[in-house]
Each structure stands twice: as C-alpha cells, then as structure tokens.
C-alpha cells in the first residue's frame, strides 16, 4: 500500500495529511507555520520537521510528499526545495508548490477551474486548460487581501475609531474591539495596534465578532461585511474573465467557510456576471488536493 504525505502551509498555520493510494485518512496534524517569508528558513525547517515528525512517527516513509506554502507563487526548483525540506523526508519525490496550486488541486477537477481563498489573507487563483495557474489579488495585508479576516478587522477597528470621533454613527464594535483586544478606549485601541508589532492573525481574529455584531444588525459592521465581501468578489471577477466560461469555483478559507453573509454576497455578486458559473465550499480541503497532487506525481 502506498503513502502520501499532503501538506498546507498557510498564513498562520500548516495542516497535513497522510492518506492511502484510496484516499483513506491514516493521520493528520496541524502545526506551526512553514512560512518562510514570515518565520525566516531556520523556524520554518523546525516546524516542517515537527510535523513530519509527528505524522510519519518512525516507521512510514511516504511514496510522495506534496507541499503547498504561502510564501510562493508557483512551482519551486530543486534548489529551493532542497533548501525547505533537504533532510526531513525520507522520499525523493517532494513537490513544493504555492497554497493556491494545492487548492486547485483539491478541486479534483480535469481542466480548467478556479478557487477563491479567503481567511487571514485573500486571493483567487485559476488554472487554464494547459495547466498553467493565474490569479488575482494576494497583495498582503497592507495593499490588498481584500475580504480577508485582517481587512474586515482593520475596517472594523477604523470604523470604532470614527464613531468615538462622532465623523461616523455610533456602533457596537466599538465595547466588542475593547473586549477583544483587552483595552478600555479608542486610545488604548490605537497604543495596542501601534506600540508593537501585532501578528497579522491576532487582528485578524478580530473578523469573527465582527461578523457577529453584523448579524446582530450593527450597521457599521453591516457595511464592513458587505464593503469586504463586494471588494473580494470583483477580485474573483477579475479572475474568471480571464477564464473560460462555465468553470466551477471553489470557495475556500476560514472567511469563506465560516461567514455565511460574506460567501452569499460574494456568489451573488459573481452571479450577476457569470451566471452558469457553479460556486461551492470546496469539498476536499487543500492538504488533501497536496496529497492529490503527489499521487499525480507532478
């Protein structure tokens, strides 16, 4: 029996899992960021040995590892991925590809498709009949990720800000970012997010109250969800017009999957425009589309 080892390393973290030649689950496991762009080469090779570690234990040597990473765009040579995972498995057929190749993948599809990734960060990502990936978005948190659990925080928090100002209408997320954050003003909201660095996905977290306090009918939150959810969906926009008409879209993510009012936005929106297009959550998660991938041997 053969074994594939699939592994997504995200934003903030990196699920694996290693599955038979049928698919069959045999173990799974989420560990620290493999980023290297963000944690530097040295932590990352920490973390990727941990979970290899961790799922492989002492005896399994998989028939193929497949590696989808955050911090790349598209397929690693040998050089890089020597330098990533050099020592760490034991198999000689190692994939090192971006996040977004391995949730193309998970769509499990012949052809062309398309997938929109949207949690911490936000991107879509196509790939055309001769295999090649293009995408749209995925300019990091300070130009881009529109839609994302930052960029709804981000709004969110400048949205508390203008109401203590009286330049917008008073809201509840305004009692809701001071519990979050553990401060008891607007002042003490801009010292925490100013006076040291913050990880991205600490404000980021921030995105799940605010979606409560929309859903509660707070109209600043209301048009926080809704600004983000128009914002990501002409990113997707702009992808499928550089795809063939009629493709499936997979829907991926914690924003996607978790924030009901953001996903029926964003379909409605694609809808208008391409309206045979057929949008879903993405049955099988990305680790899975990696272990597609390495059966593929790509």
Same mark, same amino acid.
Request: hydrophobic share 40%.
């Given at each position: ?32 960021? =493999? ?15 941990? =979970? ?14 497949? =590696? ?134 600490? =404000? ?95």
């Amino acid at each position: 029996m053969g074994y594939y080892l699939g592994i997504d390393g995200g934003g903030s973290k990196t699920k694996a899992v290693l599955c038979d030649s049928s698919l069959n689950i045999i173990s799974s496991f989420t560990g620290k960021s =493999i980023n290297f762009n963000s944690v530097g080469f040295d932590r990352a090779r920490e973390n990727l040995t941990e =979970i290899a570690d961790k799922i492989l234990g002492k005896k399994i040597i998989p028939d193929a590892v497949c =590696i989808g990473c955050a911090a790349l765009s598209s397929r690693a040579d040998k050089e890089l991925t020597e330098k990533l995972c050099g020592g760490i498995f034991e198999c000689g057929n190692i994939i090192l590809d971006s996040d977004l190749f391995i949730a193309l993948e998970a769509m499990n599809v012949e052809g062309s498709c398309a997938v929109a990734v949207c949690g911490t960060g936000s991107m879509a990502a196509g790939r055309l009949e001769d295999g090649s990936v293009i995408h749209t978005g995925g300019f990091g948190y300070l130009l881009g990720d529109e839609g994302s659990g930052y960029s709804i925080a981000r709004d969110a928090i400048i949205a508390v800000l203008r109401a203590e100002e009286k330049s917008a209408p008073e809201t509840s997320l305004t009692k809701a970012a001071e519990k979050y954050f553990g401060v008891a003003d607007s002042d003490g909201l801009i010292d925490f997010v100013y006076s040291e660095p913050v990880p991205v996905k600490e =404000i980021a977290g921030f995105a799940k109250t605010v979606s409560e306090c929309a859903e509660n009918g707070d109209g600043a939150a209301k048009a926080v969800i809704r600004r983000n959810a128009e914002n990501f969906a002409e990113t997707v926009c702009a992808l499928l017009r550089r795809m063939p008409e009629g493709i499936s879209l997979g829907l991926w993510g914690g924003i996607m999957q978790n924030c009901e009012d953001i996903r029926n936005i964003l379909i409605d929106v694609v809808k208008k425009e391409f309206p045979v297009t057929e949008i879903s959550v993405l049955e099988n998660s990305p680790e899975t589309g990696a272990v597609i991938a390495a059966m593929k041997g790509e």
